[in-house]
Protein backbone atom coordinates (compact mmCIF):
# COMPACT_ATOMS: atom_id res chain seq x y z
CA UNK A 1 0.00 0.00 0.00
CA UNK A 2 3.06 2.32 -0.03
CA UNK A 3 4.81 4.30 -2.98
CA UNK A 4 8.57 3.76 -2.45
CA UNK A 5 10.90 7.08 -4.07
CA UNK A 6 14.44 6.08 -4.73
CA UNK A 7 17.51 7.64 -5.54
CA UNK A 8 21.33 7.29 -4.80
CA UNK A 9 22.51 10.33 -3.02
CA UNK A 10 26.81 11.22 -2.26
CA UNK A 11 27.16 7.65 -3.37
CA UNK A 12 24.18 6.40 -1.26
CA UNK A 13 20.91 4.70 -2.34
CA UNK A 14 18.08 6.73 0.02
CA UNK A 15 14.42 5.52 -0.04
CA UNK A 16 11.24 7.69 0.42
CA UNK A 17 8.38 5.66 1.55
CA UNK A 18 5.18 7.85 0.63
CA UNK A 19 1.47 6.96 0.83
CA UNK A 20 0.64 8.21 -2.53
CA UNK A 21 2.83 7.89 -6.21
CA UNK A 22 2.65 11.70 -6.49
CA UNK A 23 4.24 12.12 -3.22
CA UNK A 24 6.95 9.26 -4.19
CA UNK A 25 7.21 11.38 -7.43
CA UNK A 26 7.72 14.73 -5.56
CA UNK A 27 10.70 13.36 -3.65
CA UNK A 28 12.35 12.10 -6.84
CA UNK A 29 12.17 14.87 -8.36
CA UNK A 30 13.55 17.19 -5.70
CA UNK A 31 16.55 14.82 -5.34
CA UNK A 32 16.80 15.02 -9.47
CA UNK A 33 17.22 18.62 -9.21
CA UNK A 34 18.70 19.62 -6.19
CA UNK A 35 21.22 16.33 -5.87
CA UNK A 36 19.92 16.16 -2.06
CA UNK A 37 16.84 14.98 -0.20
CA UNK A 38 14.22 17.64 1.28
CA UNK A 39 15.15 19.33 4.09
CA UNK A 40 11.96 18.76 5.59
CA UNK A 41 13.13 15.04 6.28
CA UNK A 42 10.85 13.22 3.69
CA UNK A 43 12.01 10.02 3.27
CA UNK A 44 13.48 9.28 6.59
CA UNK A 45 13.45 5.89 8.37
CA UNK A 46 12.63 7.45 11.84
CA UNK A 47 9.59 8.85 13.48
CA UNK A 48 10.87 12.88 13.64
CA UNK A 49 13.53 13.19 11.75
CA UNK A 50 15.84 16.59 12.24
CA UNK A 51 14.33 18.31 9.00
CA UNK A 52 11.30 17.40 10.11
CA UNK A 53 11.93 18.66 13.82
CA UNK A 54 13.10 21.68 12.35
CA UNK A 55 10.40 23.02 10.06
CA UNK A 56 7.92 22.66 13.29
CA UNK A 57 10.15 24.33 15.23
CA UNK A 58 10.38 26.97 12.14
CA UNK A 59 6.86 27.16 13.02
CA UNK A 60 6.28 26.87 16.78
CA UNK A 61 9.34 27.84 18.68
CA UNK A 62 8.77 30.90 20.67
CA UNK A 63 11.05 33.74 19.29
CA UNK A 64 11.19 31.59 15.80
CA UNK A 65 7.63 31.56 14.82
CA UNK A 66 6.69 34.71 13.04
CA UNK A 67 9.96 35.62 12.34
CA UNK A 68 10.93 36.85 8.96
CA UNK A 69 15.08 36.65 9.72
CA UNK A 70 16.54 35.68 6.64
CA UNK A 71 19.80 35.03 8.34
CA UNK A 72 18.14 32.32 10.83
CA UNK A 73 16.83 30.25 7.74
CA UNK A 74 20.27 30.50 6.12
CA UNK A 75 21.57 28.82 9.62
CA UNK A 76 19.15 26.41 9.41
CA UNK A 77 19.51 25.20 5.74
CA UNK A 78 23.15 25.07 6.88
CA UNK A 79 22.61 23.04 9.51
CA UNK A 80 20.61 20.48 7.92
CA UNK A 81 22.66 19.92 5.19
CA UNK A 82 25.69 19.30 7.31
CA UNK A 83 24.30 16.53 9.73
CA UNK A 84 22.05 15.65 7.37
CA UNK A 85 17.66 15.97 6.96
CA UNK A 86 17.06 12.63 7.64
CA UNK A 87 19.21 12.16 11.02
CA UNK A 88 17.77 11.73 14.25
CA UNK A 89 18.32 14.11 16.91
CA UNK A 90 20.49 11.24 18.56
CA UNK A 91 23.46 11.88 15.92
CA UNK A 92 23.94 15.56 17.25
CA UNK A 93 26.96 14.36 19.19
CA UNK A 94 30.05 16.49 20.49
CA UNK A 95 32.38 14.69 18.35
CA UNK A 96 29.92 15.48 15.45
CA UNK A 97 29.38 19.26 16.99
CA UNK A 98 33.41 19.27 17.03
CA UNK A 99 33.23 18.47 13.26
CA UNK A 100 30.47 21.19 12.38
CA UNK A 101 33.03 23.53 14.33
CA UNK A 102 35.77 22.84 12.01
CA UNK A 103 33.73 22.86 8.84
CA UNK A 104 32.51 26.27 9.87
CA UNK A 105 35.91 27.61 10.76
CA UNK A 106 37.04 26.51 7.13
CA UNK A 107 34.31 28.71 5.42
CA UNK A 108 34.60 32.08 4.42
CA UNK A 109 32.34 35.23 5.64
CA UNK A 110 31.10 38.07 3.49
CA UNK A 111 34.44 39.77 3.80
CA UNK A 112 36.37 37.07 2.46
CA UNK A 113 37.53 36.20 6.19
CA UNK A 114 37.18 33.09 8.29
CA UNK A 115 34.27 32.95 9.89
CA UNK A 116 34.37 34.58 14.03
CA UNK A 117 33.64 32.96 17.33
CA UNK A 118 30.60 34.98 17.17
CA UNK A 119 28.83 33.92 13.78
CA UNK A 120 29.99 30.37 14.80
CA UNK A 121 27.90 30.55 18.31
CA UNK A 122 25.03 31.50 15.75
CA UNK A 123 25.23 28.42 14.45
CA UNK A 124 25.54 26.38 17.13
CA UNK A 125 22.72 28.17 18.96
CA UNK A 126 20.59 26.53 16.13
CA UNK A 127 21.31 23.37 16.89
CA UNK A 128 20.76 24.06 20.87
CA UNK A 129 17.50 24.97 19.99
CA UNK A 130 16.37 22.19 17.87
CA UNK A 131 17.80 20.16 20.58
CA UNK A 132 15.44 22.21 22.95
CA UNK A 133 12.62 22.01 20.98
CA UNK A 134 12.85 18.19 20.48
CA UNK A 135 12.85 17.45 24.07
CA UNK A 136 10.05 20.18 24.90
CA UNK A 137 8.03 18.12 22.94
CA UNK A 138 8.67 14.64 23.60
CA UNK A 139 10.69 13.67 20.66
CA UNK A 140 14.17 12.76 22.25
CA UNK A 141 15.39 12.98 25.77
CA UNK A 142 19.06 13.37 24.41
CA UNK A 143 21.14 15.97 26.05
CA UNK A 144 24.41 16.89 24.54
CA UNK A 145 26.98 19.82 25.67
CA UNK A 146 27.67 22.70 23.00
CA UNK A 147 31.09 23.14 22.34
CA UNK A 148 30.41 27.29 22.59
CA UNK A 149 33.30 29.48 21.42
CA UNK A 150 35.33 31.63 22.92
CA UNK A 151 33.81 35.09 22.42
CA UNK A 152 35.85 38.06 21.94
CA UNK A 153 34.75 41.31 23.52
CA UNK A 154 34.37 43.09 19.83
CA UNK A 155 33.20 46.64 19.33
CA UNK A 156 30.26 47.91 17.17
CA UNK A 157 31.82 49.43 14.02
CA UNK A 158 30.29 53.00 12.74
CA UNK A 159 31.13 55.88 11.34
CA UNK A 160 32.01 59.27 12.58
CA UNK A 161 30.45 62.39 10.90
CA UNK A 162 34.09 62.94 9.29
CA UNK A 163 34.34 58.91 8.45
CA UNK A 164 31.20 59.29 6.83
CA UNK A 165 31.67 62.27 5.10
CA UNK A 166 35.20 60.90 4.26
CA UNK A 167 33.41 57.80 2.67
CA UNK A 168 30.79 59.96 0.72
CA UNK A 169 34.00 61.41 -1.57
CA UNK A 170 34.71 58.16 -3.25
CA UNK A 171 30.78 56.86 -3.94
CA UNK A 172 28.55 58.20 -6.84
CA UNK A 173 25.83 61.12 -5.64
CA UNK A 174 23.25 58.40 -6.06
CA UNK A 175 24.93 56.07 -3.75
CA UNK A 176 25.47 59.08 -1.56
CA UNK A 177 21.99 59.49 -0.63
CA UNK A 178 21.52 55.71 -0.03
CA UNK A 179 24.57 56.16 2.49
CA UNK A 180 22.98 59.50 4.34
CA UNK A 181 19.10 57.18 4.00
CA UNK A 182 20.69 53.86 6.29
CA UNK A 183 22.54 56.47 8.78
CA UNK A 184 19.08 58.37 9.23
CA UNK A 185 17.22 55.42 9.21
CA UNK A 186 19.07 52.68 10.97
CA UNK A 187 17.02 50.16 8.72
CA UNK A 188 18.58 46.70 8.46
CA UNK A 189 19.80 46.25 4.92
CA UNK A 190 17.47 43.88 4.11
CA UNK A 191 14.23 46.24 5.01
CA UNK A 192 15.58 49.34 3.26
CA UNK A 193 16.81 47.35 -0.28
CA UNK A 194 13.40 45.79 -0.12
CA UNK A 195 11.08 48.62 0.20
CA UNK A 196 8.10 49.71 -2.37
CA UNK A 197 7.51 53.11 -2.94
CA UNK A 198 4.51 52.54 -0.86
CA UNK A 199 6.04 52.38 2.11
CA UNK A 200 7.79 55.75 1.74
CA UNK A 201 4.58 58.18 3.37
CA UNK A 202 5.30 61.68 2.31
CA UNK A 203 1.77 62.81 3.46
CA UNK A 204 2.66 64.08 6.50
CA UNK A 205 4.18 67.63 6.42
CA UNK A 206 6.06 67.50 9.44
CA UNK A 207 8.08 64.50 8.37
CA UNK A 208 8.50 61.89 6.05
CA UNK A 209 7.64 57.92 7.68
CA UNK A 210 9.35 54.67 6.41
CA UNK A 211 6.47 52.13 7.44
CA UNK A 212 7.86 48.79 8.09
CA UNK A 213 5.29 46.17 7.36
CA UNK A 214 5.38 43.31 10.12
CA UNK A 215 6.60 41.03 7.23
CA UNK A 216 9.36 42.38 5.90
CA UNK A 217 10.66 42.77 8.97
CA UNK A 218 13.28 40.20 11.61
CA UNK A 219 10.98 40.14 14.36
CA UNK A 220 7.88 40.18 12.49
CA UNK A 221 6.82 43.49 13.75
CA UNK A 222 6.24 46.23 11.86
CA UNK A 223 7.75 49.91 13.11
CA UNK A 224 7.21 53.32 11.23
CA UNK A 225 10.88 55.86 11.37
CA UNK A 226 10.50 59.11 10.75
CA UNK A 227 12.39 60.90 8.06
CA UNK A 228 12.70 64.87 8.81
CA UNK A 229 14.56 64.65 5.32
CA UNK A 230 11.63 65.85 2.71
CA UNK A 231 14.00 65.76 -0.34
CA UNK A 232 15.72 62.36 0.67
CA UNK A 233 12.35 61.00 1.09
CA UNK A 234 11.15 61.70 -2.24
CA UNK A 235 14.17 61.03 -4.39
CA UNK A 236 13.68 57.17 -2.32
CA UNK A 237 10.23 57.39 -3.26
CA UNK A 238 10.75 58.30 -6.85
CA UNK A 239 13.89 56.02 -7.33
CA UNK A 240 11.96 52.88 -6.13
CA UNK A 241 9.00 53.62 -8.40
CA UNK A 242 11.66 53.99 -11.30
CA UNK A 243 13.91 50.89 -10.66
CA UNK A 244 16.58 53.20 -10.78
CA UNK A 245 17.53 52.31 -6.41
CA UNK A 246 20.86 50.43 -6.32
CA UNK A 247 20.65 46.95 -4.82
CA UNK A 248 22.24 45.80 -1.71
CA UNK A 249 25.03 43.98 -3.39
CA UNK A 250 26.08 46.71 -6.04
CA UNK A 251 25.65 49.21 -3.04
CA UNK A 252 28.25 46.90 -0.57
CA UNK A 253 30.61 46.66 -3.24
CA UNK A 254 30.65 50.62 -3.50
CA UNK A 255 30.73 51.14 0.50
CA UNK A 256 33.57 48.52 1.13
CA UNK A 257 35.61 50.02 -1.83
CA UNK A 258 34.75 53.70 -0.44
CA UNK A 259 36.04 52.64 3.01
CA UNK A 260 38.99 51.48 1.41
CA UNK A 261 39.99 54.58 -0.32
CA UNK A 262 39.33 56.14 2.61
CA UNK A 263 41.84 53.77 4.69
CA UNK A 264 39.01 52.90 6.94
CA UNK A 265 38.58 49.31 8.71
CA UNK A 266 38.04 46.52 6.40
CA UNK A 267 35.78 45.40 8.33
CA UNK A 268 33.17 48.11 7.67
CA UNK A 269 30.17 46.52 5.80
CA UNK A 270 27.13 47.58 5.30
CA UNK A 271 25.35 46.82 8.52
CA UNK A 272 28.09 49.05 9.90
CA UNK A 273 25.51 51.59 9.19
CA UNK A 274 22.94 50.47 11.25
CA UNK A 275 25.43 50.57 14.37
CA UNK A 276 26.17 54.24 12.90
CA UNK A 277 22.15 55.01 13.30
CA UNK A 278 21.98 53.76 17.07
CA UNK A 279 25.43 54.82 18.41
CA UNK A 280 24.02 58.51 17.49
CA UNK A 281 20.29 58.19 18.64
CA UNK A 282 21.18 56.57 21.73
CA UNK A 283 23.33 59.83 22.64
CA UNK A 284 20.42 61.82 22.49
CA UNK A 285 17.10 59.91 22.51
CA UNK A 286 15.80 57.73 25.36
CA UNK A 287 16.55 53.64 25.15
CA UNK A 288 12.92 53.08 24.79
CA UNK A 289 12.89 54.90 21.87
CA UNK A 290 15.86 53.63 20.27
CA UNK A 291 14.56 50.24 20.60
CA UNK A 292 11.56 51.26 18.75
CA UNK A 293 13.33 52.97 15.84
CA UNK A 294 15.62 49.76 15.18
CA UNK A 295 13.18 47.13 15.79
CA UNK A 296 15.09 45.65 18.43
CA UNK A 297 13.24 42.17 19.99
CA UNK A 298 15.25 42.68 23.39
CA UNK A 299 16.24 45.22 25.41
CA UNK A 300 19.66 43.61 25.68
CA UNK A 301 20.55 44.44 22.01
CA UNK A 302 19.63 47.99 22.19
CA UNK A 303 21.86 48.35 25.28
CA UNK A 304 25.01 47.65 23.77
CA UNK A 305 24.52 50.73 22.39
CA UNK A 306 23.37 52.80 25.57
Known sequence: GNWIGERVIAGKRQRCVSSTKAEADKWEAFVDLHGQAPLDGTGASIASPLGAVAKEARRNREGWKGSHDTSLDQRLELVLTYFGPQSALDCLTKQRLYSFVQFLEARKGRDGGPLNAKTINRYLAVVSALLDYGRDVGYTKHVVDIPWQEEGEGSLLFLNREQEAEVAKHL???????????????????????????????A???????????????????????LHDFELARWLKASIEAGTLTDHQRFYRSFKA??????????????????????RMAKCAKPAIVQTLMGHGSYKTTQKYV
Request: a positive charge; glycine letters at 10%.
Open 172 to 202: SADDVKVLRLLTLMGTRAGEFFDLDAGQVDT
Open 204 to 226: DNRCAWIRLRGEDVKTGKGRSIP
Open 258 to 279: ACAKAGLSSKLNVHSLRHTFGT
